[in-house]
């Protein structure tokens, strides 16, 4: 099992530390773990359990297993609490019983952890510690899915836990799973098909009408209360004085500030970023996958920075089903055959998709042409461009995706067929009345190309619209090249400097870091907080995979989010540039 969540651990130990000077025969001994417990209480855990693993009483193996749990190392955690002795005083015991059972949990052992919280049913004063105990195994029960309820049915041999299983199932599954489930249970379980428990199951299911309404009620799974969630983030680490500072330190920050925004709203729930620098070796990205899936447990990772990276890591992401989300990425290879690599930055293709529905569906253009520079990012532009206006009804009558850089740059020989001269018309061979022509222009190149498309079409009197990528919103142009030519881009962030919502983000990012935020922080943020939307929905980590692609629209800072049932943020802005307006949302 790969489930990855964790307790927050109830902070009431009063009773127990009260308890501890009873156990304590020798003074230097006292003080040792006195002073461990201080550390503990002080969060100081790498230094406390260096003074607990000295001792060899029940206290202080619990205390060692408590502060394991604390720093996330889960396993090592129970190796000291499952060493606390059934013989050592009971509320010593239970609290390392308790604690092992969380540490199960977090490591997705969901058979052994209800299993040790049943054995709570069996004490006779209901203490708080008792109590907690037996509303975890509630909760447990009731944030399992399917899949992980199928897992832990067959491997716990406890008839009363095999019946619970069932039972807080009922509601969250349709009619004929619910009577498959109860039928197993009177096979695997039950000696007596009339025993009351099958009746208790069957009487459940008795109106298929009924237990419909059942479903629609009960049907949502719930998280347990106090329960975290762990986000990866992956990011390398640079030097102030590098360029990449800025994007690397935004990103993080972004990610915290949207995690701490989370826990402000949420008093049963908590969310925390586990940073981890990806490096510069050839492997480090593999290695920091590995890293996160054995020892930090995480629900999800928000990274790496690059397109890159994020190919070495989505082959682990797969392997270890952790989903992964990627906020700058934006190459069309990565997502082949990947189920848990998403990106939120929109591919090129998503871009030329976007603009070809623009174009056929909201400017009504039904005869287009397309020019892109061949082996540039904006190729796969063009491709996905054409496809998807054919698809939705247009026709790209010319399509040149030329070696411009070998030809110096002289796009004449292409633009001469968007001409508007009925001389020139007439010696054409090939000639369409274009309504609109596509230049996903990209790279160092792009304002080059920029310049020279629209001297070609002012001097060829051609009054055709020119549909763009995210360069030609980039790139300064003279206010008389401009004209009155209707030019369109496609752009995947978009910061509204009137916003409100923008305008509370700089102000709360700045108090709490005490630098400004750039456009990076408020995509650090808008990743980070659509991840948490969708787990605050879902409750279950392991359902988060299937439900990224399915979450409603997410309307950010300065990138809108909607993967509509795909791994590619499918919400491409479209901007119009004019000479008059300048920039101006155009859909």
């Keep these: 099992m790969h489930k990855k969540t964790t307790i927050i651990y109830r902070t009431s130990f009063i009773a127990i530390c009260l308890s501890l000077l009873t156990f304590v025969s020798v003074e230097v001994k006292a003080q040792s773990f006195e002073g461990g417990l201080s550390l503990y209480e002080e969060a100081q855990y790498t230094k406390a359990v260096v003074i607990f693993n000295r001792l060899n009483s029940p206290e202080a193996k619990l205390f060692s297993g408590k502060s394991y749990f604390s720093m996330g190392k889960y396993v090592r955690a129970k190796d000291y609490l499952n060493s606390v002795p059934q ?38 004063v209901k203490t708080q510690l008792v109590t907690d105990a037996l509303q975890l195994y509630d909760e447990i029960l009731n944030f399992l899915t399917l899949n992980q309820r199928k897992d ?113 709203h949420h008093n049963d729930k908590k ?30 990772v928000l990274g790496p920075l690059f397109s890159e990276p994020a190919g070495e890591m989505s082959r682990l992401a797969e392997m270890y089903q952790i989903p992964m989300l990627a906020p700058l990425a934006n190459s069309d290879t990565l997502n082949v055959d990947n189920p848990y690599l998403f990106q939120a930055n929109p591919t090129f293709a998503s871009h030329g998709k976007k603009m070809a529905r623009f174009a056929v569906n909201r400017l009504n253009m ?8 061949r082996n540039s990012l904006g190729e796969a532009s063009a491709f996905a461009f054409r496809e998807e206006a054919e698809k939705n009804g247009g026709k790209v ?50 304002p080059t190309l920029i310049d020279l498309l629209l001297i070609d079409l002012e001097a060829t009197d051609s009054p055709v619209t020119v549909l763009g990528s995210q360069e030609w919103g980039a790139t300064p142009i003279p206010e008389d090249r401009l004209g009155d030519r209707r030019i369109y881009f496609s752009e995947s962030y978009y910061i509204n400097s009137k916003s409100d919502k923008v305008d509370q983000f700089r102000q709360n990012f700045s108090g709490r870091f005490g630098i400004e935020a750039n456009r990076f922080a ?22 988060l995979k299937n439900a990224l ?10 990138s809108n989010i909607r993967f509509d049932g795909t791994h590619v943020n499918q919400e491409v802005k479209i901007f119009r540039l004019s000479a008059d307006n300048g920039i101006q949302p155009a859909n």
């Design 549 to 558: 692609s399915r979450q409603p629209l997410y309307e950010g800072l300065i």
């Design 397 to 446: 009558v010319h399509f040149f995706v030329e070696d411009l850089e070998s030809e110096g740059y002289e796009v004449a020989e292409y633009t001469k067929y968007l001409t508007a001269d009925s001389l020139k018309i007439d010696s054409l061979g090939n000639y369409h009345n274009v309504d609109a022509v596509y230049a996903p222009f990209t790279g160092q190149a792009a």
């Design 271 to 300: 969310a925390f970023i586990r940073y981890k620098n990806t490096g510069a070796e050839t492997d480090s990205s593999e290695y920091v996958m590995t890293d996160f899936a054995w020892n930090y447990n995480v629900d999800a």
């Design 152 to 264: 832990v049915y067959q491997s716990v041999t406890s008839k009363r836990l095999k019946f619970d299983l069932v039972k807080t199932a009922l509601g969250k599954v349709n009619y004929s799973t619910a009577r498959l489930l109860i039928n197993e249970y009177k096979e695997t379980v039950a000696e007596d098909s009339l025993s009351s428990e099958v009746q208790e199951l069957q009487s459940m299911v008795s109106d298929s009408l009924n237990y419909a309404m059942q479903i629609a009620f009960g049907r949502q799974l719930e998280a347990p209360e106090g329960i975290t969630y762990n986000i990866g983030a992956a990011l390398p680490e640079y030097d102030t004085g590098d360029r990449e500072f800025d994007i690397s330190q935004g990103l993080y920050f972004g990610y915290l500030l949207a995690a701490e925004e989370y826990n402000q």
């Design 366 to 373: 039904d005869t287009l042409a397309v020019l892109a520079e």
């Design 87 to 124: 013989n050592a005083p009971k509320d010593i015991y239970l609290e390392a019983l308790y604690t092992s059972s969380l540490s199960d949990f977090q490591l997705g052992h969901f058979d052994q952890a209800l299993t040790k919280l049943l054995q709570f049913e069996n004490e006779q």
């Design 522 to 543: 408020m995509i650090g943020y808008d990743a980070a907080t659509y991840l948490l939307q969708t787990l605050d929905r879902v409750k279950n980590p392991d359902l």
